[in-house]
């Protein structure tokens, strides 16, 4: 929740904010509330509709930003009073200010927000218990990489930025032991991630965070990392041939080197979560059974596959709207999970039942069981007991409450299409 806990301290003096999360808490429409802020994913669009809806009903003026409503503004305004475009920071001084004179415009864009300076969250107004134990944080805004598929380089133009290193060490200093760094990149700038890590060590932290494979070529920023106390990365693989990275613009990385990565992360102690998409156009339905074969042999310790989905804002989207290939604009079924356009080497029902089964074969018991007890040779206890465990656990529980999977991964992969 920490973006929302970003905009709470960016509001002016004299604005009282909650904080409420539908995951943790019901929502009641007849709260009282002057002002009603919705932020929100592509996913999540229909039901953030549907509140903001409820509460225009009772006479409450609706904003709604995010990334959906940044790309589709003209859509968001119809169940909205007004739209945030971009980050909110820059934003709400404004929109507040126009919300008591009485004069709110349909649209705030105002821009990248500076970082430098920003007002420290208050953790309070979210239900400390109900999130994970670690403490959220945010070094570095954006991504300089142009991945086809990706919103981020879209909402945030491309640009990485950065926050300064005081700064940072300072909100740091008043945190837990623990540290989830909530960027998208954290290594983007090695200088600054040099930087920041060697400020960090005598602050006796914890963390886990996101960074590009390409930290595990550079054993300076590596050592350095663990030494300011990384013990766990998702990195985003994305594919597993080169075909799919290059078609996805991810020039930068090499899948021929991934398991050697994936290596170097283990022997310094790191524990490695994959980020896979499934359904680009080289992916032939071959590639769920090569992809558990490849995660069983390096030893990857949690996994994160995704179904490749064209979101509204990425040059995916417009390449895929342009060539009639989106079949699905229903936006509940743009979660990563469902297959919302027509692939090239595989029907639909292939590439759905694939990537169930992958999730399934992976997140069995057995295969649990088994990664567990082979992290015991590179990773820290501690890693395991507060890491691993609850992210291989917390998955399962997940995937199954989601019925992404009904035969816990009994079944045998899918072969190849019978047309």
Not at 102 to 109: H, N, T
Not at 133 to 145: F, I, K, L
Not at 294 to 300: E, Q
Not at 301 to 312: E, H, N, S
Request: charged content about 25%.
């Amino acid at each position: 929740m920490l973006s929302s806990l970003a905009v709470a301290a960016a509001m002016p003096e004299g604005v009282v904010t909650r904080v409420l999360d539908e995951e943790v808490e019901p929502l009641d429409p007849e709260e009282p509330a002057d002002l009603v802020g919705i932020s929100f994913m592509t996913f999540n669009a229909p039901r953030a509709y549907e509140i903001a809806d409820a509460f225009r009903r009772t006479g409450r003026p609706v904003v709604l930003g995010g990334y959906h409503p940044t790309f589709r503004p003209e859509e968001a305004l119809a169940h909205a009073d007004a739209v945030c475009v971009g980050e909110a920071e820059p934003n709400v001084g404004r929109l507040v200010e126009d919300f008591h004179a009485g004069r709110l415009r349909p649209v705030y864009d105002e821009g990248p927000a500076d970082l430098s300076g920003l007002r420290r969250p208050d953790r309070s107004l979210v239900p400390r218990g109900r999130y994970a134990w670690v403490d959220p944080v945010q070094a570095t805004r954006g991504c300089p990489h142009g991945c086809t598929f990706c919103s981020i380089s879209s909402f945030f133009g491309r640009r990485f930025r950065t926050r300064p290193v005081d700064d940072l060490v300072d909100e740091l200093r008043g945190l837990g032991k623990g540290i989830l760094f909530l960027d998208d990149n954290l290594t983007a700038d090695p200088e600054f991630a040099r930087e920041l890590f060697a400020r960090m060590i005598p602050l006796g932290k914890r963390w886990y965070s996101q960074a590009s494979v390409t930290l595990a070529d550079d054993p300076e920023l590596l050592a350095l990392a663990v030494r300011s106390g990384c013990r766990g990365l998702f990195v985003g693989f994305e594919s597993l041939s080169e075909e799919g990275l290059t078609s996805f613009r991810k020039d930068f990385a090499r899948a021929r080197d991934y398991r050697r990565a994936v290596e170097r992360l283990h022997a310094a102690g790191v524990g490695v979560q994959a980020g896979l998409v499934l359904g680009h156009d080289a992916d032939g339905p071959d590639v769920f059974r090569e992809t558990l074969d490849f995660l069983l042999a390096a030893r990857v310790d949690a996994l994160q596959a995704t179904v490749l989905t064209p979101f509204p804002g990425t040059p995916l989207y417009s390449e895929m709207e342009a060539a009639g290939r989106i079949v699905d604009r229903d936006w509940s079924h743009y979660d990563f999970r469902h297959v919302v356009f027509e692939p090239k080497m595989m029907r639909r029902e292939t590439l759905q039942a694939g990537h169930d089964w992958l999730l399934a074969r992976f997140y069995s018991v057995r295969a649990i069981a088994g990664r567990l007890l082979g992290e015991l040779s590179y990773l820290r206890p501690g890693t395991i007991l507060r890491g691993t465990i609850p992210l291989n656990l917390g998955y399962r529980v997940r995937l199954r409450k989601d019925r992404t999977w009904v035969c816990d991964g009994t079944a045998p992969a899918p072969g190849a299409d019978p047309s």
